[in-house]
């Protein structure tokens, strides 16, 4: 029944690592996001695929890359680990661009580089 | 670029009040303006979706107001209880651009009994 889901909700590595996070979406959605939540709570977006193709990539580091198998998948991969990408990041789908429709958010990825 | 702010950044009341959750942006051309709540540990839940072309929005006790040519929003919060405890978040879509939401830095609310 989950509509927006992450996996994993905790993440623990160390510097230098290469980590993944997926993301999965159930309700038929086009438009898919990436958002990282900072130790201040603030939600910057990194990412956003529709249909599967790249819309914006803001100013994110190339050690991380999105990759979008299908419409109901955006996953992060995140090269070389660094102690500042500590984080929640969260996955977010709507219904398309240029339809206003709500958000809907997975529960976060807790990061953890040490 | 479209910047977004909520004031205040924290609010503790007691049980029964009646609140007032504010969200300015500086871009007056929006498409549309949304509530979230976020639970500690958790991920955001949508609360209302105001279009640009609405002046407010309403949900049991919530309330959303939309003033685009000040760049203001309000959410009212009747009779709060403690179970509204929680980080309350807007976003904004600014019209004519990629469509990607932004937001403020939220107001996280305490409802004591």
């Known amino acids: 029944d989950t509509a927006v889901s992450q996996t994993p909700k905790y993440l623990v590595t160390q510097m230098g690592n290469d980590k993944s996070i997926k993301c999965e979406q159930n309700?038929?959605?086009?438009?898919m996001y990436w958002y990282k939540q900072d130790s201040k709570k603030f939600l910057k977006i990194m990412f956003s695929?529709?249909?599967?193709?790249?819309?914006i990539n803001e100013t994110v580091p190339n050690r991380f890359s999105p990759k979008s198998p299908d419409k109901a998948h955006l996953n992060l991969h995140i090269n070389s680990l660094e102690l500042g990408d500590s984080a929640v990041y969260f996955c977010?789908?709507?219904?398309?661009?240029?339809?206003?429709?709500?958000?809907?958010f997975g529960n976060g990825t807790r990061l953890t580089v040490t | 670029k479209q910047e977004v702010t909520q004031i205040p950044a924290a609010l503790s009341v007691p049980e029964g009040e009646n609140l007032v959750l504010n969200c300015s942006f500086t871009?007056?051309?929006?498409?549309?303006l949304q509530w979230f709540r976020q639970d500690p540990g958790k991920g955001l839940t949508s609360l209302l979706l105001?279009?640009?072309?609405?002046r407010e929005q309403t949900s049991g006790r919530l309330n959303a107001s939309l003033d685009k040519s000040s760049g203001r929003s309000t959410l009212y919060i009747a009779a709060s209880q403690p179970g509204d405890s929680a980080t309350y978040l807007c976003?904004?879509?600014?019209?004519?651009?990629?469509?990607?939401?932004?937001f403020g830095r939220g107001t996280s609310l305490i409802v004591h009994p």
């Open positions: 977010a789908s709507s219904q398309g661009l240029g339809q206003s429709s709500p958000l809907h």
């Open positions: 309700l038929g959605h086009d438009t």
């Open positions: 695929y529709n249909n599967k193709e790249l819309i």
């Open positions: 871009d007056s051309a929006i498409y549309n």
């Open positions: 105001i279009q640009s072309s609405q």
């Open positions: 976003a904004v879509v600014a019209s004519g651009g990629s469509y990607i939401p932004t």
